[in-house]
């Protein structure tokens, strides 16, 4: 069951009869547990997915018809009313910066009053500034202090002042309101996606704390291993006088390198071996293409690769000639090499699009708005009161947007730089944009309803009202105009340009595309599967299809691509598992795989390409008559206006479209009798879709790169101690260190985490032994330690 302790209790409370339920606490019962910000976060979402399947549920309608007003505020203050508040807190800012622009829109102008009935004696950037400035001043500050008296309450309660003073500017220091912030923002998207669309389910979050970092968008895949193998007992010197056995070992150890990592896929001519002195043989493994590169470094990583190196390199006829003793191996990954292609989907970017980065944008946005119609520069002497109202918007902005990466171990470290540029262009550049268009069904298209549902959306209704005053606004702003210059022939075009949705060029563009694209016989790139297009010599065939082979050719792909087979782009079956459910609840990975790029003229134009042609007209469509209108007048407002009312349109039609691509049957029927309009369709969403990703993902990878300067500098400064990694961890001392068993040699830092004292020149990954046999390990950084002194004392 889902919250079934909850559920448990409601029941229990309606068979009445005079039940009580006794409740105990305890203290300091291992209980309490160091969690990280995925895992808070995840454990929340789960949370508030289940107050949501609460308010839709028998019980929770009863027990409001039962239980007294006293019981019933504790009972709605305790359940549901914080989650309720959660989100009304979250959409507060944005509501409020709306508002603020819608009135500043509204003001009249000075030098017009005239032809307005409105009273100009006071601007509405004035009114605005002077109610903001009582909402939001120094008291603010006393606000985040008395939000905060719990926390200090009990920490002084239960040991004393100075410990509870001590954990509060910590607190602050460690910038806590950033995760409360985000937090809100999250608990307020899932209560409300469960109330919407439903589908909660039981999802296992997990409660632990990270110590690796995890990616921007992903995992690049790798191109070459390069490891070093070092045979005790074996003499190269004398293996280097006889080239037959030399050449034998060589290849034993080959076609053992290329058993042990890809099986049947994996061919000896991958493997490259190259003798040293002193037992070493250098090792370079240049994997195939499509093929998982990440699990081949697990396997090149294990603890029994070294054994079966030695075991294959025992059996080679003559080779007792050349060992003084019996073989006994030791194997380090000195160097990875990624590529441009990503085999990994999933990372912080993708785990909260959808909850906050849009928004984050969209209120940055507005707030742009805000001072281009004049919300602080005609403020009048209530400007520099404004100051706090800046500060908080900037908060939730700034948490919206940046909180996941601040709170993400060795975020801003530089080794990891070059490997999220490639994994972003892999996921939204290679394939032609195949694997983005997988999360992006799975993820955004999947949870949707249908058109009919859609319709009666909390979301739709509430763009609907926006939109209708917005259009009054600029109606009436446009009438004022034309007025005004009457003898301008533009202003009687600009009045309906500007009402008109900004996708005149753009559907032009996609239904080009699509034509040609049907005429040349391209691969249809967007979706699941690449699916030729059928060009003009077997359209009129299509029809003609039996209709056996339709199901059967339907059951191979639900067979492959549903709920029971294998996730699409070769996703492995483990991460199927939640996104059977409600995908919204999982930030579990995709493994995908990149199949041999075609011809242009095969595939098509990439999506990414084509997204960013289609965002490209849309801006051209909907800022070049509104500039030329109202910049060249100065009409500042108007033009606000007119990009507000093109704005909610865009969001509209797009919302609309989206809901229609969700509807399997329909795009089945619609693909049969009008493949032309479901592709130009299709087109339009995806690339306006991949255009915006790729817009918010590089905005917020680029104004990440000062703080990557800045820890850089940090590890220059200070090699050994990490600003970054105490802000996330506080406390590194009490964390559990991962216990590893090492040689007798091997008790320096070095050697600790990877290095070898007995041997210099074996650089790489950390290092454990087990029965003779030196594989590498996962480990990270110690807590609180910088990136840079690890790598100096592993030797990377």
Request: glycine share 8%; hydrophobic share 45%.
């Amino acid at each position: 069951n889902l919250s079934e302790d909850i559920f448990a209790g409601m029941d229990f409370t309606l068979r009445g009869q005079g039940r009580k339920i006794r409740h105990c606490e305890y203290f300091h019962l291992a209980k309490g547990r160091d969690l990280g910000f995925n895992a808070v976060l995840g454990f929340f979402s789960k949370l508030s997915n289940g107050t949501g399947e609460q308010l839709l549920t028998r019980q929770m309608l009863r027990l409001s018809h039962v239980l007294q007003l006293p019981e019933s505020l504790t009972f709605y203050y305790a359940h549901a009313g914080y989650y309720i508040t959660q989100y009304l807190v979250s959409v507060s800012m944005p509501i409020m910066v709306f508002t603020w622009l819608l009135v500043l829109c509204a003001d009249c102008d000075r030098d017009f009053r005239a032809f307005s009935d409105i009273s100009c004696n006071v601007s509405a950037s004035e009114a605005m500034a002077s109610m903001l400035s009582t909402w939001y001043s120094v008291y603010i500050l006393f606000f985040l202090v008395v939000t905060s008296m719990p926390l200090f309450a009990e920490m002084w309660m239960e040991r004393n002042f100075g410990s509870a003073l001590v954990r509060w500017f910590k607190q602050l220091c460690t910038c806590s309101f950033l995760l409360f912030i985000f937090q809100a923002k999250i608990i307020g998207f899932y209560i409300m996606a469960e109330i919407r669309q439903g589908g909660a389910s039981y999802v296992a979050t997990g409660r632990g704390l990270p110590t690796d970092r995890r990616e921007f968008v992903g995992a690049p895949a790798y191109i070459q291993f390069k490891l070093l193998v070092i045979m005790r007992g074996l003499d190269t010197d004398r293996l280097a006088s006889s080239a037959a056995l030399r050449s034998q070992l060589i290849t034993a150890v080959q076609v053992a390198i290329a058993k042990a990592c890809g099986g049947g896929k994996m061919t000896p001519d991958c493997v490259s071996v190259e003798p040293a002195d002193s037992g070493r043989l250098v090792v370079k493994v240049n994997p195939p293409h499509n093929m998982a590169t990440l699990a081949m470094k697990d396997k090149l990583t294990a603890t029994n690769f070294a054994t079966d190196i030695a075991q294959a390199i025992a059996v080679v006829p003559g080779i007792s000639a050349v060992c003084s003793s019996t073989l006994q191996g030791s194997a380090t990954l000195q160097e990875s090499t990624t590529g441009w292609h990503i085999e990994k989907v999933g990372g912080l970017y993708l785990d909260y699009t959808q909850h906050t980065y849009y928004d984050g944008i969209s209120l940055l946005f507005m707030t742009g708005l805000v001072l281009i119609a004049g919300g602080y520069s005609q403020a009048g002497a209530y400007q520099g009161q404004l100051w706090f109202t800046f500060l908080s918007l900037a908060l939730v902005i700034f948490s919206w947007l940046y909180a996941p990466f601040i709170f993400n171990p060795y975020q801003f470290s530089v080794g990891y730089l070059a490997d999220d540029v490639k994994a972003w262009w892999g996921l939204f550049f290679r394939s032609g944009g195949k694997h983005w268009a997988e999360w992006f069904e799975r993820v955004v298209l999947k949870p949707k309803r249908g058109i009919g549902k859609s319709i009666l959306d909390f979301e739709l209704m509430f763009m609907f009202f926006t939109g209708t005053a917005w259009v009054a606004e600029l109606y009436g702003r446009q009438v004022t105009m034309e007025l005004i210059y009457s003898k301008d022939p533009l202003m009687k075009s600009a009045t309906i340009v500007s009402l008109l949705p900004p996708f005149f060029l753009a559907i032009v563009y996609c239904v080009t595309q699509t034509i040609i694209e049907w005429l040349a016989g391209c691969r249809h790139r967007i979706g699941a599967k690449a699916v030729r297009t059928r060009g003009v010599a077997d359209f009129f065939g299509y029809r003609r299809a039996s209709r056996s082979s339709s199901d059967s050719d339907s059951e191979s792909s639900s067979s492959s691509d549903g709920e029971g087979g294998t996730r699409r782009g070769g996703a492995t079956p483990s991460s199927q598992g939640s996104a059977r459910g409600d995908a919204r609840h999982s930030m579990e990975d995709q493994q995908v795989v990149d199949k041999p790029e075609h011809r242009l003229c095969e595939n098509g134009m990439p999506l990414a390409v084509s997204g960013l042609i289609i965002a490209s007209l849309e801006v051209l469509e909907m800022m070049v008559p509104l500039m030329v209108t109202f910049i060249k007048k100065q009409d500042y407002k108007s033009f606000v206006a007119g990009i507000m009312v093109k704005a909610i349109f865009y969001n509209v039609i797009l919302f609309l479209a989206e809901s229609m691509l969700s509807m399997k049957g329909f795009c089945n029927r619609i693909d049969r009798w009008a493949p032309l309009f479901h592709k130009s369709l299709t087109l339009l969403v995806y690339g306006n879709r991949i255009a915006r990703d790729i817009f918010v993902s590089a905005f917020i990878f680029v104004t990440l790169m000062p703080w990557v300067v800045i820890n850089a500098l940090n590890d220059l400064c200070l090699p050994r101690f990490s600003i970054h990694q105490a802000l996330i961890y506080r406390t590194p001392g009490p964390l559990a260190k991962k216990q590893i068993r090492y040689d007798d040699d091997d008790t320096d830092v070095g050697s600790a985490y990877g290095g070898d004292s007995s041997d210099s020149s074996s650089t790489g990954s950390p290092s454990r032994t087990y029965g003779g046999a030196r594989s590498t390990s996962s480990l990270g950084p110690p807590p609180g330690a910088s990136a840079t002194w690890f790598q100096r004392a592993t030797g990377r």
